[in-house]
């Protein structure tokens, strides 16, 4: 059965106690194809920089000057491309299964107005009318079916059609925009044929180049694809570009061919958007630039690059990275975002970076970095107040845990060692897989991948790998010890360097946690059973002994444990039940907390993390869930819903900071911090 979407979960509760969010990375459905950014927030929202873009089932809306942002999460498939109403309280948005949805941004709780299978194939494009009434949508139709279309105009809060515009080649559209004033015009253009078709309306219907005249001009570019059609502001002027590395500007009334600018870029142009008053236009380009245009149009129109930011070898921080332009270093997409009066020119690159553009010269002003992948772990230095993320690309992202907001500070770079260098492609990935864990120790970050390798960070470079005997799934850590998890047994390390042999386990281990004096082993095996292990240390040459086992209580899988900061309570769970064990010498490991008491949750658990006075143990799962229980209140519960679509897959209490301040990271690659402090004190006192 497919996941619902209804108000309640399409994005995180209004009353949740959420102090900050960073968002995932603008993504790419697929190579080759451009990136859709939305800078013009509308009259009601003209007073913010707003940068509206899609990253796999989210939407994104960003304000690039103070970092705040709201994620919208009410698609099931990779969205294409979203756009703001003219007016600013609704927002429209399509995915890759063809699905339209119009909702609102003005209401807290986002009611969704319209959704609606609009095409039979990807929607590529959106644009309003001024009126913010009519929606123009183009994508890929159906080859087989002759019915099925690749451009439509709807009405938008019922989808009825409002006429038969123009159709193109092979079924497939890429881009349309909207004419933003009388008498209405909207211009489409093709992925196969290299044309832009002219639309009259309401009802529209397409306008063909009448005869003996070239007007409108429909095949101003030779060959390829029409990436990106775009109208300004008081709709006299319309530009086209695409793979032939052309801008094409025509007459915005009668599409009358203006003047075509050839080799703009040296590669395949992706976007262009116009600024608020129409006299610059910004390009992107898969050569890795960005140019500005000036235009002109006082007495005779002129059209100069005045402008031409190279942001690939910016991001490639002076490294050589060979003749080609590096993949993660294409510029798929531009905007101008408007604040006011102002327009602030934004780029974002195929690893997602996105790239504040300085107005004044050709340097880049800041960056915004995060994940565009699943995050699937966290570390945290809490000493440095440095935190770390790593996703299922292979990419890890260092933050600032110092105030109460948490910011991006940079990508961990790969210099794995001197045979290798510097990542050549700058897609920032340490490991060439998913990483699926990571530790802090006293002077480095140590991380484990599906490349069957721990890679050593310090100083924000990966610079060392140690090759394991099996693939990595876990690691844990105590003062100066570190335990790997893999699927054929368990390795420890200390001072970077491994100081066991693959030790190999009689059952199929699922989590790990090591005591903080480096003494204790605790392993949760798919046999439902802890497994405690003593740490002897022979002359260097470490080995496990198993000394107890914890069996009878549950009944499942153990995914997760975790030893309070104290060392006497340790915590496991399941798929539903949370156990809590006395860990006090003498105790004999008795229960705490047994089975069918915390058990609310629906789906695998993940994580676990104790509070800084470990009253509190927070637990969050694949239901999207986080829960917080009490030891003094045994029977009571907070319970945070749709916290992070996809599952939660880690979560960790700061410690410096006043009250309590949980951070969670999950499978929708967003990076939250939640004020429990008010919440845990109602319900638990």
Known sequence: M????????????????????????PKTVERGVPLSLHGNPGRLNSSSPL??????????????????????????ANVTVAKFSPSGAYVASADVRGKLRVWSYDNEEHLCKLDIIALSGPIRDIAWDFESKRIALVGEGSQS???????????????????????????????????????????????EDFKCCFNKGPPFKKLS???????????????????????????????????????????????????????????????????????????????????????????????????????????????????????????????????????????????????????????????????????????????????????SDGVIVQWDTSSSKISALTNIQHYASVEEGFDTTIMNKVHPGAITGLVC??????????????????????????????????????????????????????????VSDLIALPYDASSICLSANDSALYIGGRDHIIHIYEVINDNDAYKLEEIHQLAGTHLLPIYSLAISNDGTKLASADIRDICVWNLDEGSSYSLIIGRSRWCFHQQRINALAWSNDDSVLASG?????????????????????????????????LKNVNGMVLVSVGNDACVNLWDVTDDVLKKFG
């Open 2 to 25: 497919g996941l619902s979407v209804d108000a309640s979960n399409a994005c995180i509760p209004p009353s949740s106690s959420l102090t900050d969010q960073t968002p995932p990375l």
């Open 51 to 76: 940068l509206l873009y899609p990253s796999k089932h989210s939407v994104v809306i960003l304000n690039i000057e103070t970092g705040k942002s709201f994620v919208y999460r009410g698609h099931t």
């Open 145 to 191: 079916d002759p019915n099925s279309v690749c451009t439509r105009v709807i009405q938008w809060d019922t989808g009825v059609k409002l006429g038969d515009i123009g159709q193109h080649s092979r079924n497939k559209a890429s881009s349309c925009a909207v004419k933003p004033n009388r008498p209405m015009r909207i211009v489409t253009g093709g992925s």
């Open 209 to 391: 180049p009448a005869e003996n005249k070239n007007i409108p001009k429909e095949n101003a570019h030779q060959r390829g694809s029409i990436h990106c059609v775009r109208y300004n502001h008081d709709g006299t002027m319309v530009a086209s570009v695409g793979t032939d590395k052309s801008i094409a500007f025509y007459d915005g009334r009668t599409l009358e061919l203006l003047t075509k600018m050839d080799n703009v870029h040296s590669a395949s142009i992706y976007s262009c958007a116009f600024n608020h008053d129409g006299t610059q236009l910004l390009t992107c380009s898969a050569d890795g630039t960005a140019n500005m245009i000036q235009i002109n149009r006082s007495s005779e129109s002129s059209f100069e690059i005045t402008k031409t930011w190279n942001i690939a070898e910016f991001q490639s921080c002076g490294n050589d990275t060979g003749k080609k332009v590096p993949l993660g270093g294409m510029v798929m997409g531009c905007a101008f975002v408007h604040c006011g009066d102002a327009t602030i020119p934004v780029a974002v690159t195929y690893n997602g970076c996105i790239c504040i553009l300085s107005k004044d010269d050709n340097t880049i002003e800041s960056t915004k970095t995060g994940h565009q992948a699943p995050i699937s772990a966290l570390a945290i230095n809490h000493s440095l107040n440095t935190m770390y993320t790593c996703d």
């Open 441 to 498: 120790t006293e002077s480095s970050l140590l991380s484990i991948g599906w490349d069957d390798n721990v890679r050593i960070t310090s100083k924000n470079t990966a610079q060392d790998k140690i090759k394991l005997a099996a693939q990595p799934n876990a690691i844990a850590n105590g003062t100066n010890l570190s335990a790997i998890m893999t699927v054929n047994g368990i390795q420890l390390m200390k001072n970077n360097q491994l």
């Open 621 to 653: 799962s694949n239901d999207d869930s986080i829960y917080f229980w009490s030891l003094k209140k045994k029977t009571t519960r907070v319970h945070y819903p749709h916290s992070h679509r996809g599952g939660v897959t880690a979560m960790e209490f």
